[in-house]
């Protein structure tokens, strides 16, 4: 947990520093979704080979290579290697990381402890969103980055300049942390039966356990939901941001802060729905989905920043708590369908897909002059007309599986 946390602060900081350097480049608007694009890229085109990659070696050890990686694009960004690369570098890790840290779950735990664990995990990563989204903005704006900047170490030339490149130290310090803790991860003993290399067979293996996941009920319903939040969260983070300068008139280091309110609220509604959620009762959390999609479609009639600050809990603490009981779901129907390892992977690729279909969009969008409310409004009313779908779909599978069921028991 402490591993991860440290890790997925680093990368969320690490953004908003290479949003900032962005914004001092000069750079148009429409470039800025690019970022996380550019960072999520490798979750896509990996997801066939990360998963039997995580399944081949013992979990702590893959988490401490992913980390290395991470170090080595962070490093770019300080040779003035341009961000969308040095950002995209920094991805290929948490791709490679991301099977790892979830697949360790369900070697360590049973079945019945998913949805607790999950609820930490998921509130651990929620917290390094908000903190890593307001330390991101502090260390390139405001007080804390003149700080930074008039630090001297004695006697030492340090060469730190700019304030990128204090931000940059103190980020490098944080993966290297989050390396340290992934050394302390025990070997949990679980061996998978041989791992296939060759890359041929890896893709045709993926494809198939994507066609398991999409056409079991139970999965399908619940890899839709987390597919549709994280492409949705991820576009919103930049959303909110460009909403704050625009609506509100703040600063970035304060838009930044806003959208960790997002998060807080994220991380109140996972901490609630773990202790309220069963495995057993993890899809009536559905209409949730919807509501959060109107509430966002409404943020172009807020211009205080108090209402804003409202509003965005409420989104938040709606999106927390119907995404876990909905993630803890797929992941059991992962583990019975397929191994742990290539579950997540799949997940992955759907999820990733999902942020990198949106954020083009939403840069398409900007590249086309659209106005921001214009965006808003089309994108909250779109979330919350694909999640009254997918609740129409589930009702339909139910209504099948009910029917079915009746006719095995006109035959006996």
């Not at 909905?326 to 369908?337: E, T, Y």
Request: charged share 10%.
């Amino acid at each position: 947990m402490a591993a991860q946390f440290f890790s997925s602060l680093a990368d969320n900081a690490l953004l908003f520093v290479a949003i900032d350097l962005l914004i001092s480049m000069k750079s148009p608007a429409w470039i800025t979704p690019l970022l996380k694009l550019s960072f999520v890229l490798f979750y896509v085109l990996l997801a066939a080979f990360v998963g039997a990659f995580a399944d081949a070696l013992p979990k702590g050890r893959v988490m401490f290579i992913a980390n290395l990686i991470k170090i080595f694009g962070c490093m770019l960004l300080f040779v003035h290697v341009h961000p969308l690369l040095a950002y995209a570098i920094v991805g290929f890790g948490a791709a490679i990381y991301s099977p790892a840290k979830y697949g360790i779950l369900t070697e360590l735990l049973p079945a019945e402890k998913l949805v607790a664990a999950n609820g930490w995990i998921e509130g651990l990563t929620i917290s390094s969103i908000i903190l890593g989204t307001v330390m991101g903005g502090a260390l390139v704006a405001g007080k804390t980055a003149t700080m930074l900047l008039n630090f001297d170490m004695p006697l030492i030339e340090t060469g730190i300049d700019t304030v990128t490149e204090s931000a940059l130290v103190v980020l490098g310090f944080v993966y290297v942390l989050a390396a340290l803790f992934n050394l302390r991860i025990p070997d949990t003993g679980y061996v998978y039966e041989h791992q296939e290399r060759n890359p041929v067979k890896l893709i045709a293996d993926f494809s198939r356990c994507v066609n398991i996941l999409w056409k079991d009920k139970l999965g399908q319903i619940s890899l839709a939901v987390t597919t549709l939040f994280w492409g949705a969260g991820a576009t919103l983070q930049f959303i909110v941001v460009e909403w704050a300068k625009k609506a509100l008139g703040m600063s970035f280091d304060k838009a930044t802060t806003l959208v960790g309110v997002v998060a807080i609220g994220v991380a109140v509604g996972a901490v609630m729905s773990a202790r309220i959620i069963t495995l057993r009762n993890s899809l009536s959390v559905i209409p949730l989905g919807i509501a959060m999609g109107i509430i966002v479609a409404c943020m172009p009639l807020v211009h205080s920043v108090y209402v804003a600050y409202a509003l965005l809990i409420v989104i938040g603490v709606l999106s927390g708590f119907f995404v876990v009981p909905m993630n803890a779901l797929l992941q059991h129907r992962g583990h019975v369908l397929m191994s742990a390892g290539h579950s997540i992977a799949v997940q992955n690729f759907n999820e990733n897909l999902s942020i990198l279909t949106m954020l083009a969009m939403y840069s398409l969008m900007l590249r086309l002059g659209l106005g921001l409310n214009a965006i808003i409004i089309m994108f909250g009313l779109s979330v919350a007309g694909l999640m009254y779908y997918i609740m129409r779909l589930h009702a339909a599978n139910q209504r099948e599986k009910d029917s079915l069921s009746l006719i095995g028991e006109h035959k006996h």
